[in-house]
């Protein structure tokens, strides 16, 4: 087993994430087929070793390994990521169980082994599906790697929301709002359990306990008062049982994780033991779709609730995002052969967002990576939405300037008022959490020009964003980005990590098409993503929010400009001016070209303009001289009487 480590070392390496991993393996496709007389002899090892030890205490032990890790409350000796505590379950439950007769205790090392043959195991592992696709098995591979984030009150919290608006409607109270309450006291219970032991007196040994719950238990979790066979029955909808998988095949097991259906393990009449609570908040969406499904019978009226509750929600988030702004909904349009309707355009200032919404779910078989379901649900969601926002925004760019009226299902009138816009952007949302860049990959020849979100990235991404000009400067760039049909490695969350670190203000080409398979990489991140990460030089952020409090002429464009200075040259300007009082920067990032000329002056009278204006000439010959092709500079004015205050910013 050492000599197989370390003939796939490379995949192992801890200085790797698991994103870099894949990427050595789909650069190095000819690794599949050398690893084919490898894959029998994993396997073996792998299920060996699960037969070998207690299961219940194994899993419990690999659980709280991944989340003391995850907490810095351990060194970790290995990355665990959720797909392998959801996958050695699912092994587990085919070769194991209380009867097995497995009595040893795993201990650390036999948990490392254990999971570095499982990450093996899922990247060469081909089902029957994949052997003739080698673009299906990529795809598979992805998804399974897609990681857990933390623990989403976003999530949590529109869900409720949606229950709420879902039986307002049908004018009932649904079950699916106490089996949610249930499974969010359970993770809290178990969440509490793991808080209660501190990194100093941490010992895996005794995880069995926190993750193992008596019938009792889990019914005084939850919240409405029904007798155990009604309780039982609930339990059922998210229950395996030791055995369950005894007749599938391990490729089969590989094909999806079964683990997102169900959360719970059955023990015995008055035991439980849940292995993956974090993976079941994760995907707390598809568990309330079923429970309304099972127990409502209300798949129909459901569906369309949450069609019409998520352009609410998309409402509601743009008018919190953009005070007073102007919300227009379901404009109804034609253009030459063309007609739609529109879901939403907000008009902010000189900005237009015209936002499309989609509310389709995701089925099983894309996850297991068949092409034709996914190209079906690509064409349905995503080509349709990128296609309907980009025909609406281009007819409100050809009438910019002017007052344009659009009908109105059921009558009335949309008149838009575009005199004062000078930008269109684009935007899809959609209910689903979607893996839209893997799609993409599949799909290079279809030009998705616009930023395809789900809800819930866009609640996160205006949650990180305070600032008006900084949701405003992302939606842009995030447009710029996919219309130069730019190819990118990681999800939204990734993206927003590397606005929050560098503002999309990188030498990379980000702005302007690729080359040919060209990827760009981008910052990737595990866990949350928070505010916290956000690098800006203070006195810069100090602008910025002094120019959204007093809203001086044209601040909104200032501020923009300011959002486009990258972090090393604010640094540079900041330290220059506190030295030298005066900076003349020439910011020759690639692909940007863009001159920042920064003095202190404690007004701007005639004279001053003058100097300004010959200081902007001489730069601008410089410049032209060197064959520099500028696309914009700016001034900033400082106060000098109070510590890098604001005056304001003069753009030529």
Avoid at 591 to 617: H, P
Wanted: charged share 30%; hydrophobic share 40%.
């Amino acid at each position: 087993m050492d000599e197989l480590f370390r003939k796939y070392s490379f995949l192992l390496d801890e200085t790797n994430g698991i994103n870099d991993d894949f990427q050595n393996i789909k650069n190095n496709s000819n690794l599949y087929e050398d690893a084919e007389e490898d894959v029998e002899l994993i396997e073996n090892y792998l299920i060996t070793m699960l037969k070998k030890f207690s299961q219940v205490d194994m899993l419990a032990k690999i659980e709280m390994l991944r989340i003391a890790g995850l907490k810095g409350m351990i060194e970790e000796k290995i990355k665990i990521y959720q797909f392998h505590v959801d996958y050695i379950t699912s092994f587990a439950l085919k070769v194991g169980g209380m009867d097995s007769g497995a009595t040893e205790l795993i201990n650390e090392d036999g948990i490392l082994k254990i999971v570095k043959l499982t990450t093996l195991l899922i990247m060469f592992k081909s089902h029957d599906l994949h052997k003739k696709n080698i673009k299906s098995k990529h795809f598979n591979n992805q998804y399974q790697f897609i990681r857990l984030r933390e623990f989403s009150e976003n999530k949590i919290n529109v869900l409720r929301e949606l229950i709420c608006y879902f039986d307002d409607k049908n004018k009932k109270t649904s079950a699916s709002t106490e089996v949610l309450q249930f499974i969010i006291r359970l993770a809290e219970k178990i969440s509490d359990n793991i808080e209660s032991i501190s990194s100093k007196y941490f010992d895996a040994n005794y995880s069995y306990h926190l993750f193992s719950f008596s019938f009792k238990r889990l019914k005084d979790l939850y919240i409405k008062s029904i007798s155990d066979e009604q309780f039982s029955e609930i339990l059922e909808l998210f229950t395996f049982k030791w055995g369950d998988f005894n007749d599938v095949e391990i490729s089969e097991i590989i094909l999806y994780d079964r683990m997102e259906e169900k959360f719970l393990i059955k023990l015995s009449d008055n035991s439980y033991f849940i292995p993956n609570i974090y993976n079941a908040l994760d995907k707390i969406t598809d568990i309330i779709e079923r429970v309304i499904f099972s127990i409502e019978g209300d798949k129909l009226k459901f569906e369309e609730s949450k069609g019409t509750f998520l352009e609410e929600k998309i409402n509601e988030i743009f008018l919190k995002s953009f005070p007073n702004s102007r919300v227009l909904r379901n404009s109804q349009w034609n253009k030459d052969t063309l007609d739609g309707e529109n879901d939403l355009t907000v008009l902010y200032e000189n900005f237009a967002f015209v936002v499309e919404a989609k509310s389709n779910g995701i089925r099983k078989n894309i996850k297991k990576g068949i092409l034709k379901e996914i190209n079906s649900a690509y064409q349905d969601i995503v080509l349709k939405t990128n296609d309907q926002a980009k025909n609406f925004s281009s007819i409100l760019k050809e009438n910019i300037g002017k007052k344009i009226e659009f009908k109105v299902i059921g009558g009335g009138i949309n008149i838009l008022d575009l005199t004062e816009i000078t930008e269109v952007i684009p935007i899809g949302v959609i209910f689903a959490d979607i893996p839209v860049h893997l799609m993409k990959d599949l799909n290079p020849q279809n030009n998705i020009s616009v930023p395809i979100l789900s809800l819930f990235e866009l609640i996160k991404i205006m949650q990180c964003l305070t600032l008006t000009s900084e949701k405003i400067d992302y939606l842009r760039k995030r447009y710029l980005i996919d219309s130069a049909n730019t190819s990118y490695h990681g999800d939204e969350y990734d993206l927003l990590y590397t606005y929050l670190m560098c503002g999309f203000n990188t030498d990379q080409r980000l702005y302007k098409s690729a080359e040919k398979d060209e990827k760009v990489f981008i910052h990737y991140i595990e866990g949350d993503v928070s505010r916290d990460y956000l690098k800006r030089v203070n006195w810069f952020g100090n602008l910025l929010i002094e120019l959204e409090q007093k809203k001086p002429q044209n601040w909104l464009s200032i501020s923009l400009e300011i959002c486009n200075i990258p972090y090393v040259a604010q640094k540079q300007i900041e330290r220059e001016l506190s030295i030298r009082g005066k900076i003349e920067l020439l910011d020759n990032m690639k692909f940007r070209k863009r001159v920042v000329v920064v003095k202190y002056a404690e007004s701007m009278n005639d004279r001053e303009r003058i100097r300004i204006e010959l200081d902007v000439y001489e730069i601008k010959r410089t410049a032209v001289h060197s064959g520099l092709e500028i696309e914009s500079i700016f001034y900033l004015v400082i106060n000098t009487k109070f510590e890098y205050k604001f005056s304001g910013i003069f753009k030529f």
